[in-house]
């Protein structure tokens, strides 16, 4: 059974940082991109950042660009995204996703992922 667990949300303050972190088991990880989403009250889900299954590439939503930035570590199943510089606009529920790595690496569209977690929620006060 798959399971992907997202961890490392909290309160901050605008300006501050943190870490999400993402394990996935029950799968191989490294035959799949992850990307992460987010989802704000009342707002639609949009894709945050993406990463190539072997970690090689990467893709970044331009509101995002300079301040986060995505990895994974293969050898532990597990993807990060390092958000720094964070803004009051930042707040949502953070989600990981794996998409089978035959699919494009780049996609951001949400339909193209196998498997969510349940999210990890981020907020920046200001």
């Known amino acids: 059974q798959v399971q992907v667990v997202e961890s490392g949300g909290g309160l901050v303050q605008a300006g501050g940082s943190l870490r999400l972190s993402c394990t996935a088991s029950?799968?191989?990880?490294?035959?799949?991109?992850m990307g992460w989403f987010r989802q704000a009250p009342g707002k639609e889900r949009e894709g945050v950042s993406c990463?190539?299954?072997?970690?090689?590439?990467?893709y970044y939503i331009d509101s995002v660009k300079g301040r986060f930035t995505i990895s994974r570590d293969n050898a532990k199943n597990t993807l990060y995204l390092q958000m720094n510089t964070l803004k009051p606009e930042d707040t949502a529920m953070y989600y990981c996703?794996?998409?089978?790595?035959?699919?494009?690496?780049?996609?951001?569209?949400?339909?193209?992922?196998?498997?969510w977690g349940q999210g990890t929620q981020v907020t920046v006060s200001s």
């Open positions: 996703a794996a998409s089978p790595m035959y699919k494009r690496w780049w996609t951001m569209v949400g339909r193209e992922y196998n498997y």
């Open positions: 990463i190539s299954h072997k970690g090689e590439a990467t």
């Open positions: 029950g799968l191989t990880f490294d035959a799949y991109h």
